[in-house]
T-cell receptor
Framework: EAGVTQFPSHSVIEKGQTVTLRCDPISGHDNLYWYRRVMGKEIKFLLHFVKESKQDESGMPNNRFLAERTGGTYSTLKVQPAELEDSGVYFC???????????FGPGTRLLVL | GQNIDQPTEMTATEGAIVQINCTYQTSGFNGLFWYQQHAGEAPTFLSYNVLDGLEEKGRFSSFLSRSKGYSYLLLKELQMKDSASYLCAVIGSSNTGKLIFGQGTTLQVKP
């Protein structure tokens, strides 16, 4: 069974540009989470989807971040316009039904110059 | 506030036993996870504790004391491949599966 996949693995963009990150959860997992780790800090929660609905978006930093999960399968996280402080590793995780165990993808390393 | 503390770095010798501690202060508690993360890779699930006591899984064991807000991960018969970052994470509220992470403990296993 394929694990959580994320694309791209790395992205380098200039301040003010737009970047879209994609996450494909494990097939059949209704719950999808986005997290972020900035340099020197702990991994922090961004938001949680249950199928296509946003269950909790309390961790989204500001309105430059837009997450979608149309159709309840893969999800995208768009940053527009990107700022220097958005640099970090963006992780996606998924879990099945009521299970609390989340399975993580390898992350997208974003560098904003 | 919510706080998860674990040591930043640890060093141990191949074949030895190492214990990585984690203390937490969260509003609500619905379980504690340990993940292993090798550099540049995905965090991989090691253990989940929601009740007090010790859970053993092969060379790895995890302990939880909810009254003390304390957990540890015990790694036995250390191997070089165990060199990695070990992440402690708590689910606080029961309404969301949001994980609250510590900064991670980087373990270096030496020959």
């Amino acid at each position: 069974e394929a694990g959580v996949t994320q694309f791209p693995s790395h992205s380098v963009i200039e301040k003010g540009q737009t970047v879209t990150l994609r996450c494909d959860p494990i097939s059949g997992h209704d719950n999808l989470y986005w997290y972020r780790r900035v340099m020197g800090k702990e991994i922090k929660f961004l938001l949680h989807f249950v199928k296509e609905s946003k269950q909790d978006e309390s961790g989204m930093p500001n309105n430059r971040f837009l997450a979608e999960r149309t159709g309840g399968t893969y999800s995208t996280l768009k940053v527009q316009p990107a700022e220097l402080e958005d640099s970090g590793v963006y992780f996606c995780a998924s879990s099945q039904g009521l299970s609390r165990t989340q399975y993580f993808g390898p992350g997208t390393r974003l560098l904003v110059l | 506030g919510q706080n998860i503390d674990q040591p930043t770095e640890m060093t141990a010798t191949e074949g030895a036993i190492v214990q990585i501690n984690c203390t937490y202060q969260t509003s609500g508690f619905n379980g504690l996870f340990w993940y292993q993360q090798h550099a540049g890779e995905a965090p991989t699930f090691l253990s989940y504790n929601v009740l007090d006591g010790l859970e053993e899984k092969g060379r790895f064991s995890s302990f939880l004391s909810r009254s003390k807000g304390y957990s540890y991960l015990l790694l036995k018969e250390l191997q070089m491949k165990d060199s990695a970052s070990y992440l402690c994470a708590v689910i606080g509220s029961s309404n969301t599966g949001k994980l609250i992470f510590g900064q991670g403990t980087t373990l270096q296993v030496k020959p």
